[in-house]
């Protein structure tokens, strides 16, 4: 489990935009920077605040070496009062006491009171005269008239400074908060305003995803223009491999159409048994020369731009075709197709399809042909095409559609290339599946991509 996790986490990381990546890494700068002055700051004001208290305290001290005597009796005095008031008002928080070993002094500020310590550290800590926390100096002196040392302590109540170190410390966590949302937002507009080229370029390759424009804007910045400038040079050279593709292959199909139609008519001049040997293999190069300069035609078309087509107006354009055409057997289409509907197909392609299948509808339906759509999801639509004619075998609809295969002239289908359509299909990432219509005939399922920027 925990290696799962792991693993998520890292694909989960992989998958974050760069806009994230920024702001992500920032705030953690951010953060590890802010916690690092919040934490550090008031130590850094505290042992200011103590030893500028204890350089004070020191001239307090100065000022009792002064003034300290042995009095006629042996006994130590002041010979001055001290110019602090604090160390003559009782519980004043500003205490001094001096110590032999045989006497000791204390300031008016402890009254009955004297400095204590608690616990056994090499630095005891002292406590004043309503037991708080001191902050202390410490000296010995030996004076002349003393046989002993003398000893001096001066201390402080810790607590205001304590006091003055929480009420900064409060302010100063606001203005370290009021400072990161400023510089986060600083940095926001930042990255914002310094990935904007790369959203207009997503903005430019969407249309060309939808056709609405051939090549990128080259007013970019220049780190990012060598790139657009490298896209649109391959943008172009596909282009103009496609264009020349499908002219070599239309100047091809036009090369052989007279060779094959010659041969088919002298057929025509030839016994039975010779020609029923030569027709199928006339057949069959006909049938491979239309499979290849289709494949031509169509290669490449989904990797250069996600053209778009309406297929209720080429139906609409097809049928209009097929009514002439057919007008003998008093075909009726009906199209249901949606005027907003489009795919990504290029419109002779598509034209290519649904002429096929529609075709196949007006050769075998009795009277109806009916043309509908079905939603699968938001990238994929079914066009329908249903008629009311004898149908295909349901053992055969999968082998109609198979590359080479033809059925014979009285099958529904034959000839009117399925596969091709199955194929074209395909290179649209889509497919074409045929089935039995409700009607009674043939129902051909045709799943293509939805175009992207649809109406």
Request: net charge negative.
């Amino acid at each position: 489990m925990p290696n799962l996790s792991k693993e998520r986490l890292r694909k989960g990381a992989k998958k974050l935009s760069l806009k994230t990546r920024l702001l992500l890494a920032a705030t953690l700068w951010l953060s590890a920077m802010t916690i690092a002055a919040g934490v550090s700051i008031p130590g850094l004001v505290r042992d200011y605040l103590i030893s500028d208290l204890e350089v004070q305290l020191g001239h307090a001290m100065d000022e009792i070496a002064a003034n300290l005597e042995v009095d006629d009796k042996g006994q130590l005095i002041l010979s001055a009062q001290l110019s602090d008031p604090r160390f003559t008002q009782p519980y004043s928080g500003l205490y001094w006491q001096i110590e032999t070993k045989q006497d000791t002094l204390r300031s008016r500020s402890l009254w009955d009171q004297t400095l204590r310590t608690k616990g056994k550290d090499k630095q005891p800590h002292y406590f004043g005269a309503k037991d708080e926390k001191l902050i202390t100096i410490r000296r010995t002196l030996f004076l002349p008239e003393a046989s002993d040392g003398v000893t001096i302590i001066i201390g402080q109540d810790e607590d205001p400074i304590d006091d003055t170190l929480e009420s900064l410390t409060g302010e100063l966590w606001l203005i370290l908060g009021v400072m990161v949302f400023g510089i986060l937002a600083l940095i926001i507009g930042q990255v914002s305003w310094s990935l904007r080229p790369l959203g207009k370029m997503q903005r430019e390759l969407q249309s060309l995803r939808a056709a609405e424009q051939h090549s990128l804007d080259e007013q970019y910045p220049k780190e990012i223009a060598p790139l657009v400038k490298d896209l649109n040079a391959l943008l172009f050279h596909y282009q103009e491999l496609l264009e020349r593709a499908r002219h070599h292959a239309g100047n091809l199909s036009h090369a052989l159409k007279t060779p094959l139609s010659v041969l088919k008519n002298e057929l025509e001049s030839l016994s039975a048994e010779d020609r029923a040997k030569l027709e199928p293999q006339i057949a069959q190069i006909q049938a491979q020369i239309d499979y290849h300069l289709g494949r031509a035609r169509m290669a490449g078309a989904m990797n250069i731009l996600a053209v778009k087509s309406s297929p209720s107006e080429r139906v609409d354009a097809i049928s209009l075709a097929f009514d002439k055409v057919f007008a003998e057997r008093e075909i009726a289409l009906i199209s249901e197709l949606d005027t907003d509907l489009e795919v990504a197909v290029e419109k002779a392609d598509l034209d290519e399809m649904l002429g096929n299948l529609l075709e196949n509808a007006y050769k075998w339906g009795n009277s109806i042909i009916r043309v509908h759509s079905n939603d699968i999801d938001d990238s994929e639509v079914e066009l329908i095409i249903e008629d009311d004619g004898p149908g295909i075998p349901a053992e055969q609809c999968r082998e109609v559609t198979k590359r080479g295969v033809r059925l014979d002239e009285s099958t529904p289908g034959t000839g009117l290339g399925l596969n091709i359509v199955s194929e074209m299909a395909h290179s649209y990432r889509g497919q074409l599946e045929l089935g039995e219509s409700k009607m009674g005939g043939l129902r051909a399922v045709l799943k293509l991509k939805r175009a992207k920027g649809e109406k």
